[in-house]
């Protein structure tokens, strides 16, 4: 196992990169400990698997480092890296029977048949294929296979670290939060440096202990899933986790204070010195939890409500921007085209500046 450190990574696939927008990945600088459970988590497109093939030692980069236990891995072929990948098909010998399947990283290795033997009995119990391991592989389901991909990255004692890129998207909605739980199962009895790569903040938040939010190339938070829905620190984060995600609404300034539509919002990162954000563009964030219905507020209308459940999401047109709201089950509501107030949380309505929160 060891500790990941990237640092000031940038790469582009272009051979001579002029602008920012030329790079697929940019100023990259982050850390991941020994033994910890992390994600790498955007839309598709924003360079997560760019930045696993580096680390995996597929890609070079074009400037920065990547060290393995504070050595640069630079000139270490991917082979030697010690890296064990499971990907979003599962790659698995169909003719081979599920023990010899698990068996094969060790028996390359040159490792004894009774280690060999040892090895796959324990990591077939972790993974519940040790019903099975006379089965031929290709009898199996597809979330059988993913076990067997991840247990044969299990296997080997001295992997570095496991990464997984979106290894669920294939699986049955049903299994996927079954296979979710063992793998959170499996890194707390393993202690293997685990990094899951996804663009489903359920999975994301549900398997990491810190969760590494990309957006066009670059990282815009690094936090714990509490940290990533309570305090987003770019108005991309707040959007794209949450469901729905955080209401972004056009802002201006006057006298220092936030305004939307010329009403004053309190906000709990009221600027100390508004001329540091002159010509910035200027947004107002807040979760539709945060959003409730008021008797004296910003004027709004009813577009459409939607029952969740335990709750409802309301969707409303105020003055021009459309937001939502989340009310509880129970609430009585006003009908869909009916005229309302809301009022913002000024606890948890937060001020931005060209995306970036406003410290």
Known sequence: MAKITISN??????????????????????????????ALLGPSGCGKTTLLNIISGLITPSQGAVLFNNEDVAGVPPDQRNIAQVFQFPVVYDTMTVYDNLAFPLRNRGVSENEVRRRVMEIAAMTELDGMLQKRAFRLTADGKQKISLGRGLVRPDVNVIMFDEPLTVIDLHLKWQLRSKLKE????????????????TEALTFADRVVVMHEGQIVQIGTPAELFEQPQHKFVGHFIGSPGMNI???????????????????????????????????????????????????AKILKVSDAGRYRIVRADCLGTQINLLIDDGVQLPQEQEHVQVDFDPLQTRLYADGWLVR
């Open 186 to 201: 499996l890194h707390q009895r393993t202690n293997t440096t685990m990094i899951y790569v996804t663009h489903d903040q």
């Open 9 to 38: 990574l940038r790469h582009s696939y272009l051979p001579r990169p002029g602008t920012d927008d030329d790079y697929a990945l940019r100023d990259i600088d982050l850390e991941w400990d020994d033994g910890g459970a992390y």
């Open 249 to 299: 609404l056009p802002a201006t300034l006057e006298n220092a204070v936030p305004q939307f539509a010329g009403h004053r919002i309190a906000v709990a990162n009221q600027p100390s010195a508004a001329g540091r954000l002159d010509g910035k563009c200027l947004e107002i964030g807040v979760r539709p939890e945060f959003v409730a219905l008021v008797d004296d507020g910003i004027p």
